[in-house]
């Protein structure tokens, strides 16, 4: 059982930049592979990032790469995702997630944990 709690999410300008913060409980941290997704108004999650259990390995949505960046820290149990040049259309509630074993890592359907999400506002 993993617990997720989510933190860093605001409200801030375009262009702006923001720092996600996911805490995970637990002692088996480093055997999942850790993703955001984000879900906003409207429109059906989707996904933003992914990192392997080690923080070599990462993959990120085409549209978004270059703008956000995966880490994980092991050793504090935590992931982060930072986003810089923010648009309004960035706008959503973003969403930690935890995976024994993802064949797909942008597919949400094998995340077994979910964290209750973050808001982040971009205002132009």
């Known amino acids: 059982q993993v617990q997720l709690v989510e933190s860093g999410g605001g409200l801030l300008l375009t262009g702006g930049s923001l720092r996600l913060s996911c805490a995970a409980s637990?002692?088996?941290?480093?055997?999942?592979?850790m993703s955001w997704f984000r879900q906003a108004p409207g429109k059906e999650r989707e996904f933003v990032a992914a990192?392997?259990?080690?923080?070599?390995?990462?993959s990120y949505s085409p549209s978004l790469k270059g703008r956000f960046t995966i880490t994980r820290d092991n050793a504090k149990n935590t992931v982060a995702l930072q986003m810089n040049s923010l648009k309004p259309e960035d706008t959503a509630v973003y969403y930690c997630a935890a995976s024994s074993g993802a064949l797909l890592w942008r597919d949400s359907r094998y995340y077994q944990y979910w964290g209750q999400g973050t808001q982040v506002t971009v205002s132009s």
């Open positions: 990192i392997g259990r080690s923080g070599f390995s990462t």
């Open positions: 637990g002692r088996t941290f480093s055997s999942y592979i």
